[in-house]
């Protein structure tokens, strides 16, 4: 089955500077790459996504890049703020079901101020 | 427009007790979807149903665990006979369709096992 690995585990930026997480994959049959956000006590919620026929995909700060030779995505947050300190999984889906998406182990993101 | 909603969103059991976790979709979602998340770790796909049947368990362990989604009401995964080790953060998602729309989550159940 897929497995999705993601870096760093934890990421600590100043404001104003940029993330970047990482994860590969090794289902290269993989199509559908979605990120989360999980805030303290509460559940994940997207914040992008990216098809396989697609290399880049853009919201305002927020982009996400895909490298299917490489089976690696990555998530880059522009001019990062306090309030995008968060827990970030990506994911990757294998088909067309839902039930076979598998989630990377997150990435512990602190922006101070 | 309610979301996913989860209840409880905290419980507390002792060994061989059993726990009960519900999860209402979001409103004309009929796909749900069990997560287990144990600290620092992701999500751990569990069980798929549609209403009144299971599509997939293959990340279900196969003792202990059952999950339902009936008819009318919520979908409920079902804990028995609870071991320390069930203790984690379980996560319902559901989605508009099997395969093309968003998987949208609720906020957890923590359960704690004494």
């Known amino acids: 089955g897929e497995n999705v690995e993601q870096h760093p585990s934890t990421l600590s930026v100043q404001e104003g500077d940029s993330a970047v997480i990482k994860c590969t994959y090794s289902?290269?049959?993989?199509?559908?790459f979605p990120w989360y956000k999980q805030e303290l006590g509460k559940g994940p919620q997207l914040i992008i996504d990216?098809?396989?026929?697609?290399g880049e995909k853009k919201d305002q700060r927020i982009a996400v890049t895909l490298n299917k030779t490489a089976k690696h995505f990555s998530l880059h947050i522009t001019e990062t703020q306090p309030e995008d300190s968060a827990v970030y999984f990506c994911?990757?889906?294998?088909?067309?079901?839902?039930?076979?998406?598998?989630f990377g182990a997150g990435t512990r993101l602190t922006v101070k101020p | 427009n309610a979301g996913v909603m989860q209840n409880p969103r905290h419980l507390v059991r002792r060994r061989g007790q059993e726990a009960r976790l519900r999860c209402s979709p979001m409103?004309?979602?009929?796909?749900v979807y069990w997560y287990r998340q144990l600290p620092e770790e992701g999500l751990k796909f569990m069980v798929y149903?549609?209403?009144?049947?299971?599509?997939?368990e293959s990340g279900m362990p196969k003792e202990r665990f059952s999950a339902e989604f009936p008819k009318e009401g919520p979908s409920i995964l079902r804990i028995q006979q609870v071991v320390r080790g069930d203790s984690a953060a379980y996560f319902c998602?559901?989605?508009?369709?099997?395969?093309?729309?968003?998987?949208?989550f609720g906020e957890g159940s923590r359960l704690t096992v004494l």
């Open positions: 998602a559901s989605s508009s369709d099997r395969g093309s729309g968003e998987l949208f």
């Open positions: 289902d290269s049959a993989s199509n559908y």
């Open positions: 990216i098809r396989s026929n697609v």
């Open positions: 994911a990757a889906k294998v088909g067309f079901n839902n039930n076979d998406m598998r």
């Open positions: 409103k004309g979602h009929s796909h």
């Open positions: 149903l549609q209403k009144e049947n299971i599509i997939d």
